[in-house]
């Protein structure tokens, strides 16, 4: 009886879920090579994919909550997807090199999204995206609002400039990973003290760092080496992103499931080192904690013990492990300017010789990964092809031993015509009557055997 009851709501859960998948899918347009000429009209967020592509079958679900989220809040965004192999001559001309690929493009312009692959962060990139690059803050109301909304953000504060000109060239290119703003300095919270005007902040980790040419280099640089916060839990996608900014990255590699006193002091000690001596290392560093060794592991191509702290340069692969014991953050602080000043020695890098070592562990973790996951399938693959190549290899040995073997005896027959004549003079003697052992005929010498012969 309960299980009738149950039926018919099943059926219409099904049906609703089925009807709202049709409706999500119905807010993402499928394009085709007349999008090419239409697109200028509109700022269009599109999925290159492939139809063979396991990524892009994952992000399915999640761009068709995009393509309905940004429907039903009125964004002037439209959502599309393309078939990247068969529409091939326009995926190449927007510069689509893998599958899926995500882009904004706004008139003459194509925006490429390297964030995570969840809704929100997608629909906030096409929402910074596809609005002002430099948008104004005109009163402290709105300053403060934009504080608490975004975690970092870029302000440029003064007239017109050729710093105000850099600083237009630098969100230009860096939109894609963070907002611009300009304001005036009336509109600066009282506690920011400015040297000289103009000038670029960025607010972040509840303060504030400006911009010095002579300290900081090329403007673009710098927004990209402080577009971070001091302090994130990092993963793969992130440290890879962390190698564009030439930092160093000091992290804590813990098992956060671990409540030991161990595991969460180094996470402490991180913490507190990047919070308390920010003014000192934010130029230089970039500090953070991760969950597990296996990614560590894998960019190391070693195995380290947890709970560590390791220390990486991102930019060319190099890294340092603890030369001491971390016992507060003094200690700390002590191994990060040994690490600066070239006292702690650095290992790995990008050598020929950690290259060729790279594709060793690199091949060695596919075939352990494949007889962890599927034994059998790691028999089929590695096995067979070994069985192949030895059946070859006995076939061509055993085929060398016997075609030896003819071409001696060919030799033999070969040269027994010549030797006839002397095997038959050679002939032994009649044996005597009487049963006597034969005695050993004295062999004659040739010339004998020649004139017996004439």
């Known amino acids: 009886m309960a299980s009738w009851r149950r039926g018919p709501a099943l059926r219409l859960w099904a049906a609703v879920f089925l009807l709202d998948l049709a ?97 929100d962060d997608i629909i906030e990139f096409a929402h910074r995206v596809s609005g ?61 003290t400015l040297k000289e005007m103009p000038a670029v902040l960025v607010f972040k980790d509840e303060t504030y760092f400006v911009y010095d040419e002579y300290e900081d280099g090329d403007l673009s640089s710098w927004i990209n080496r402080e577009r971070f916060q001091n302090y994130l839990t990092m993963d793969g996608f992130l440290l890879y992103e962390l190698g564009d900014t030439g930092k160093l990255v000091a992290i804590a590699v813990i098992d956060e499931k671990n409540t030991s006193v161990e595991h969460t002091r180094l996470k402490s000690i991180i913490q507190e080192v990047a919070r308390d001596y920010r003014d000192q290392f934010h130029r230089d560093f970039q500090f953070g904690h991760m969950d597990g060794n296996d990614y560590i592991n894998t960019l190391l191509m070693d195995e380290l013990k947890v709970p560590t702290v390791v220390v990486l340069n991102t930019s060319n692969q190099q890294y340092f492990l603890l030369d001491r014991q971390i016992k507060n953050a003094e200690d700390m602080v002590q191994f990060i300017n040994n690490i600066l000043d070239g006292t702690v020695y650095a290992q790995g890098g990008d050598s020929i010789l950690q290259r060729l070592k790279r594709i060793v562990f690199d091949a060695k973790s596919t075939v352990v990964s494949i007889f962890r996951s599927s034994p059998l399938m790691g028999c089929f693959l590695f096995g067979l092809p070994l069985g192949v190549i030895s059946i070859m290899c006995y076939g061509i040995c055993t085929a060398d031993a016997d075609g030896g073997y003819i071409e001696e005896r060919y030799e033999v027959s070969k040269s027994e015509p010549d030797d006839s004549p002397e095997s038959e003079e050679s002939q032994e003697p009649p044996q005597p009557r009487g049963g006597a052992s034969p005695l050993p005929a004295p062999q004659e010498p040739k010339d004998v055997l020649e004139k017996k012969k004439d």
């Open 23 to 119: 409706f999500c899918k119905g807010q993402v347009e499928d394009l085709d090579d007349s999008f090419k000429e239409n697109r200028k009209d509109d700022i269009w967020l599109v999925d290159f994919y492939a139809p063979w592509c396991g990524h892009c079958k994952k992000l399915e679900p999640i761009w068709n909550e995009v393509g309905l989220e940004m429907k039903s809040i009125g964004s002037p965004v439209k959502v599309g997807k393309m078939d990247a192999t068969s529409y091939s001559s326009i995926a190449s001309e927007f510069g689509v090199r893998g599958y899926p690929t995500i882009k904004l493009l706004k008139g003459d312009l194509a925006y490429n999204y390297r964030g995570p692959r969840t809704k």
């Open 132 to 192: 002002a690059l430099i948008r104004p803050l005109p009163s402290q109301q709105m300053f403060e609002h934009m504080q608490k909304r975004h975690r970092v953000f870029f302000v440029y504060i003064g007239g017109e400039s050729p710093l105000k000109e850099k600083y237009i060239d630098a969100a230009s290119e860096l939109i894609v990973y963070t907002y611009f703003f300009s304001a005036s300095e009336e509109v600066v919270p009282a506690y920011v």
